[in-house]
């Protein structure tokens, strides 16, 4: 069974500094690109940042880039996000995601296959 289950979301001062967590159980971890999305109340899901399966390519939201920083820890299973200078319209449940590949190169921002259950982050002006 394939689990992906996010942690370190909570109220922060804008401004303030934030690092999540997902830790993936249930599959090979290097044979996924992993992604990070998220969704406000009366919002679509929204990209966040994405990056492969080796660490060696990422990709980032225009809203959050020079902003928020994705690496993994292969060896840990894990994913994080570090998110720095957080504006309140950064405030939303945050997803980990997962998507198989098979293939070598860069990373995009659909077709994920798994999904975590979100990490409430809120934002206070």
């Known amino acids: 069974q394939v689990q992906l289950v996010e942690s370190g979301g909570g109220l922060v001062q804008a401004g303030g500094s934030l690092r999540l967590s997902c830790v993936a159980s249930?599959?090979?971890?290097?044979?996924?690109?992993m992604g990070w999305f998220r969704q406000a109340p009366g919002k679509e899901r929204g990209f966040v940042a994405a990056?492969?399966?080796?660490?060696?390519?990422?990709d980032y939201a225009d809203s959050v880039k020079g902003r928020f920083t994705i690496s993994r820890d292969n060896a840990k299973n894990t994913v994080y996000l570090q998110m720095n200078s957080l504006k309140p319209e950064d405030t939303a449940v945050y997803y980990c995601?997962?998507?198989?590949?098979?293939?070598?190169?860069?990373?995009?921002?659909?077709?994920?296959?798994?999904w975590g259950q979100g990490t409430q982050v809120t934002v206070s002006s």
């Open positions: 249930g599959l090979t971890f290097i044979n996924y690109d």
């Open positions: 995601a997962a998507k198989q590949r098979y293939g070598s190169g860069g990373v995009y921002r659909g077709g994920y296959d798994y």
């Open positions: 990056i492969n399966r080796s660490g060696s390519s990422t």
